[in-house]
């Protein structure tokens, strides 16, 4: 944690990969187990909402961090994040859909 690092940077990849390691252990359980789901899909709808959320919020950080330094670097990770969680919530919206 010291150094010159910029520590917004190692927030949100700690966040990312907390995110990323939570869903791989799910959807490692379920491959492990070979049970499917009801939903036809690897994750509940809550799982992928909640990966949606985590994607949307790190989204919004990255483009404060690029506002308050003034620096496009943290837009690369802002267009990735935002990608991420527009297809998280494509997919849990279409398994919730087909659940009913």
Not at 29 to 54: D, E, H, K, V
């Given at each position: 944690?010291?150094?010159?690092?910029?520590?917004?940077?190692?927030?949100?990849?700690?966040?990312?990969?907390?995110?990323?390691?939570?869903?791989?252990?799910t959807?490692?359980?379920?491959?492990?187990?070979?049970?499917?789901?009801?939903?036809?899909?690897?994750?509940?709808?809550?799982?992928?909402?909640?990966?949606?959320?985590?994607?949307?919020?790190?989204?919004?950080?990255?483009?404060?961090?690029a506002?308050?330094?003034?620096?496009?670097?943290?837009?690369?990770?802002?267009?990735?994040?935002?990608?991420?969680?527009?297809?998280?919530?494509?997919?849990?919206?279409?398994?919730?859909?087909?659940?009913?």
């Open positions: 944690m010291r150094g010159t690092g910029k520590l917004i940077g190692l927030g949100a990849l700690l966040v990312c990969a907390a995110t990323l390691t939570c869903f791989f252990a959807v490692g359980r379920r491959l492990i187990l070979n049970r499917p789901n009801t939903f036809g899909s690897i994750a509940s709808p809550f799982t992928w909402f909640m990966c949606f959320s985590i994607f949307g919020l790190m989204t919004l950080v990255f483009i404060a961090s506002i308050i330094q003034r620096d496009m670097g943290p837009a690369q990770g802002a267009a990735l994040s935002a990608l991420l969680a527009l297809l998280a919530y494509g997919t849990a919206s279409h398994f919730r859909r087909r659940r009913q």
